[in-house]
């Protein structure tokens, strides 16, 4: 897999059926490793050990119902009280960010309501705080550390 924007960490890799496959800590098991895979366990090793969320708060893939149609976020991380902290949703590094990328996740967050968003291909990554009051956002150089 090739390097990406993010710190080095290390990832437990095995080869089973001619494929590689990847240990989520979260999920707590081996998932095949695909490009964009490779880039949601980069954030989570970011979310966990460079900006000290706990584990415990942080969701993958659950599934959610937009305009009627099934849908899967990538990444929740919630705040100990049980409100979305951060949503963040993961591309392959070969997918430019576009503004559909922002359409899909502001169609989540509508939903969701999390207070920041991140938008990555594991290249480029996008910050963004809501302001619900106001109905707007502004971008950040990055999302704020863990804080209870």
């Known amino acids: 897999m090739q390097a990406l924007n993010f710190p080095k960490y290390s990832f437990r890799i095995k080869s089973s059926e001619n494929r590689l496959h990847i240990f989520d800590v979260i999920r707590k098991k081996f998932v095949v490793l695909q490009p964009e895979e490779w880039v949601r366990q980069h954030v989570i090793h970011y979310l966990i050990f460079t900006k000290k969320y706990p584990a415990s708060l942080i969701n993958i893939e659950k599934q959610l ?5 099934k849908k899967r976020y990538d990444i ?17 590094p070969e997918i430019k960010i576009k503004q559909t990328t922002f359409d899909q996740i ?14 990555t ?5 996008y910050y963004c705080e809501m302001d619900f009051k106001n109905e707007k956002y502004r971008f950040l150089k990055e999302i704020p550390d863990f804080s209870r």
């Open 106 to 119: 502001a169609q989540y967050n509508y939903l969701l309501k999390s207070n920041y968003l991140m938008v």
């Open 76 to 92: 929740v991380v919630f705040k100990p009280n049980g409100t979305i902290e951060t949503l963040i949703e993961c591309k392959s």
């Open 121 to 125: 291909n594991g290249m480029e990554h």
């Open 65 to 69: 119902i937009v305009n009627n149609l």
